[in-house]
Structure formats: C-alpha cells, structure tokens
C-alpha cells in the first residue's frame, strides 16, 4: 500500500525575520498540502460517510488533500512538544489567543508573533483543515474531498434545512450555506416550486410561507461600468448554490428553506486527517518526508468554540487510537465547546456552522448525548454513554469554558448529568468555568465596544492569560504526572449551580436591563432510524411537546450581588471589577428584540457615583465608593492576579499585563467620575 501521508512544502521562511524567541531561538514557517491516499474498505477509514462512493485511483485508493502550516524551531528540537492547533473555520487563531497577537492568517512578521508566548516554551504549532466545507480566501486553510455518487454514477440526493438570518438591511441574497467562505450543498432543481421558504419572528413561532414566485436560486452580479453609460449594472443570474429573494430579506427574521440537495462529500474524514497527518508527524522518521522526523515526544491539541467540540467528537469516536499502539494527543484543551459534538460524519453535514442557539440555528443538532467526559445515563432515552471510554488511548483533558457556554451552550452538562445532578469528572479531566466571561474574549481589547444590534456593549473580560496558565498546567501533568488544580465549577451541592428562576432572582435589577427569558434549553430531536449511519432521511425535529421532563436540564451559574458569576475562576477584572459582566446579551429591537444573541456576553457598569446609583435606582455599589481612585483599583486588580498566580491559575509574566489592560480599561471609567 502506498504512503497514507505525502507533504508537499510550497513555502519555508524564516519566520518574525528570524527573530531569537528565547532559548528556543528563531522558528521558521512551512506552509503547504499534505496528500492522503487511503483505503475506505479499510476498518480505519470505513466508517466514514460516503467515502466508499468517490472516485478512486488506479490502486483502488481515494485521494483528498489538506492545506497546512507549521511553525517550528530552526535550530534543534525546541520542547519536542507538538502543538496541534485546530484551525476554526480554517482560521489561524492559536497566536490571538496565547500570545496576544493580532489576528491572523498569514503569521510572519514579529507582530504576529505577539508575545511569543508558545514560541518561547519552543512548541512546535501544527495547523491543518479538516473542514470539507470551506472555500478558498482569506489565507483559509482548506481540505479538498470529492464529490460522492452512486455506484451507477447518478447523483447523490437529499432533503436538507438551511436557516438565514440578516442582521443589516439591505440584504437579497445569501449563499444556500448561508456564508461565503462555506461550501454549499447545490439544489438539485432552479425550481421553486419543489423548495419550501419560511419566515418566522423567533424560534418557535409560527412560520410563514413565502410563494414559490418570490424568490430564486439566483444571485446578483455586479460590473463597475457599463457600456450604455448607466453606471454600475447589476444582473439577476441563476444559480444552483444561492438564494434570492425578490424583496429582500428583513432584519432579525429567522428565514428557512427546505430543498432536496446533491453531491455531498465524505465531510467525516475530517477526523481521520487529524489523525493520520499528527500520527505521521510524530512517527515517520526519514527527514526528507517529515519536516519534523525526530523532534517530537508529546503532542497535544487545542481548540475554541467548534473546534473544541471536534476535539470531544474526535475522542469519544476513538480516533485518539495510534494505527500503531496509543495516542495521538497525549492530552487536550478543548475550549468554549459547550457540551457539543461535531456534526460531520453525516451525509449532507453541514461542518462549519452555529452550534445551535437559542435563536440562530436552534434546531441545529451538535448537541446530543453524550455531554459528560465520564459515564452517565440519557433519563430520556436510556443510553449510557461517555466521551472519554478507552483508557489505553483517551488523552488528559483541560476542557474551559466562558459564562456564555453555561447560557448558550448547555455547558451545565459537561459536568452533570441529563436531569442537572452533579457529576464528579474523572481523574484525567479537569473543568474550568472563566466566570463571567464571554465565548469570544478579545485579548486586545483597549475600550467598550458599541452594543452594535444588542442591547448592551459586549462583554470586556479578558481571559487569555488563563490559557497561558492551563498550556503549562498541562504539560506539567503530561510530563511530571503533576496534575493541574482541582477543577473550578458551579455546584449543584455548595448552591452555585442554579435553575433559572433562582437565578433570576439572584440578579439584581439593574435600571433599563432586561433578562434573557432563559437559558438556550434542550428539548430532543428526532435525527430518524439511519442518523447512526450517516445518513438523514429528512431535516430533524424537535419531539418534545413542551411538557415537564421532556427537556434536558440546563443550568447556569449562581451570581454574586453585582451580578457576577460565584464560582469558576475570576480574572482580575472580575475579581476586582468596574462592571456586571455576564455570558448573554440580548437583540435589541429589530433584530429578534429579547432572544439572545449568538454567544455575546454583556459589559453593564456599575454607576459612577452613589448620587448616580440613587437617582438611577441601580442597587449596585458605585466604582466611587467602591475604589478612591484608579490607583486603589490597580492595587486590587494586581492583588487578584498574585492569588491567581499563588493557585497556578495565572502566570506570574501576566501580572504586569493584567494590570496594564486594566489601567487602559479602566481610564474611561474614573474619569467619568464626578
């Protein structure tokens, strides 16, 4: 059989302009395609949707490549330690969020380096797509699968769902993925009168059907000039990837449209790139092959949001199994995944989307039992089930999650069971809740940001020194077998993991501040007899009626009087804080006005004076009384971040950059005041 894995390197640059990172010395980046050839008769790739239904090549093997980066020391083997950076949506965000660096996709300059936090420690970081479904642009990194057909060479159909939602006026148009830099599913007929477009306010209010006449597979095409000087023309042009609607589509309406697709690709191979491509990079040894043929010991892997829950999916469908003998990634940190799963290895999957809100794509189905590392049972349907159930290969976990999760992301039940009874996780797993904090935490962030279509500025809390902490927590543990701290979550038993209505009576009642109506909760849905298969015969539905135990239970954080979380890890700003910071905010009018918005978080500020708190009715304590000066707010943020550090949860390098955030942060505040 010939070679699984074949890299081709296009590009090998000094990176930073070689730039010394310590005593890991300079690094240097390699970007290009790594080719697979695989068996899809063979157990290992065998179980993957479609795959058995493309093209294959002269050997009987199927083809499909994968876009990769990596950066690595230049001169010997650094820590020997692998970084595997799950790319979100084929971005690039590993530097963002551990080294503080901007925003990137094509990482060379210094700039990009941040703080060098990673390049310092000397990991090599390994980014690779595993996402069939994204298109080229951006600096996206891409993984190229074939199209699947039927044995007689006739085209693969089904019904599928796909939700718009338009959050500016304006729009006529969207890609049937519903975004640009995602493949679409193609209709397999222009005709609308075999398609089905509703409209509706929210979720689960009634929909309305939108006449087959006004609307279009079709898009619009522009030109800049026009050779009967009219200008810039436009022309309507049929199109089996988008959809169009003749009056626009209005803002903050949930739009759904139901049409039988074609051509689907064996997205599930996804998980066997990870595998094959970090198997190879640690186990092939002849340098001409493998950039990295004898540097690496230990691999790990890292993700947010998405990503994090293709690390749960990737574990608990056993692919952390070496084809030789144990483990891929000898640990993980899956980050704000929430309780969910991937939803790729189906047919029609769609890989890069929401993972189901309580108002964008709700009946989005990634996640479903099971949520909690460790066993428990569905009250619901009975199975007993757990991520991590192969101890020969199931990595250590470090699995981190924002206040947002708790509200958007069921992350309740990570840690506890269907019906919200505590859960101990197992002794390779440790959960951490980064109280009042938001899915997306901005390591830059330098001032408030407008509320944009929510009611209240977005969430400030500042988080990314944690992951500083918790990379080094779990290399120590990995190595040393020196486990990290207990893990720091909301209790069912201590009170700090609540219902809802006894959170809502905690929260205080903050002048012109609405609470969400609840948690994004989750009844059940039906997926149909072949949804272990791969295969969806229809779009899948709720089957709860609404009635008392048809519904997992969903539970949130308990809050203090200002409105912060309890329990979990307080950053500085929390710790010592200027503001209410929680993990929702809510539409504001016009814009699905009450439903919380995708995973924001809200930043409310404490009143500035006690005349402001009396004359306000906002029961919270002001930063006046509260702090003398900015001075006496510094002292106590840095105060914070010495116990963090005491506890492992902070690194003492961060002490300096918390204060300093929290003074440019904090600027705007105090000199509000009278």
Known sequence: MPDIV??????????????RFGESGPFERLEGRAHFSVDPDDPAWADIVDLDKVARNEEGLVEYASDFCILKPKEGAGNRRLLFAYGNRGNKRELQFFNDAPASNRPRSLADAGNGFL?????????????????????????DLPVAYHPDGSRITGLIRREFIADRLGVSTFPLSGQASTRSDPTLSLDTTRAVLTKRRYPDSTRTKIAADRFAFARIEYSASALDAQGTESALVESDCHLHLFD??????????????????????GHAVVRDLVNFLRCEGDPARNPLAGSIDRAYAWGRSQTGRCIRDFVHKGYNAAPSKGRIFDAVMPHVSGAGLMWMNQRFSRVVSPAGQQYEDHDNC???FPFAYGPSTDHLSGLDDAILKRPDTDPLVIHTQSASEYWQRRGSLVHTDTEGKDLEPPENVRIYLWSSS??????????????????QPENIVQTSMFLRAMLDALDAW?????????????????????????????????????KPKSPNLLPRL??????????????????????????YAI??????????????VRAPMVAAPLCTYTGWNLRRKGFGHGAMHVLSGSTIPFPDSDEEAQWTGDPRPSIQSRYGSIEDYLRAIEAAARRLVEERLMLEEDIERAVERAKTLGEAFFDALP
Request: with cysteine; charged share 30%.
């Open 6 to 19: 074949r890299l081709k390197i296009d590009e090998r640059e000094d990176f930073a302009d070689g730039h």
């Open 119 to 143: 390049m310092r420690r000397g990991y090599t970081v390994v980014w690779a797509a595993w996402e069939g479904d994204l298109l080229p642009g951006d600096g996206r990194l891409c993984l």
């Open 248 to 269: 626009g589509f209005e803002a903050g309406q949930i739009y759904e449209l139901t049409y039988t697709a074609c051509d689907p690709r064996p997205y599930g191979a």
């Open 366 to 368: 990634a996640d479903r």
């Open 438 to 455: 938001q899915h997306f935490a901005n390591p830059n962030i330098t001032e408030l940001p407008s509320p944009g279509i929510c009611r």
């Open 478 to 514: 990995v190595v040393e077998g020196r486990p990290p701290p207990a893990s720091r979550i909301p209790r069912r038993a201590d009170g700090t993991l609540v219902d809802f209505d006894e959170w809502a009576a905690q929260f205080p009642h903050i002048p012109g501040v609405v």
């Open 526 to 551: 039906d997926f149909g007899p072949d949804f272990s298969k791969g295969l969806l015969r229809e779009p899948p539905r709720w089957i709860s009626d609404g009635a008392k135990g048809d519904d």
């Open 555 to 568: 539970l949130v954080p308990a809050v203090d009087a200002d409105g912060n979380d309890v329990a979990g």
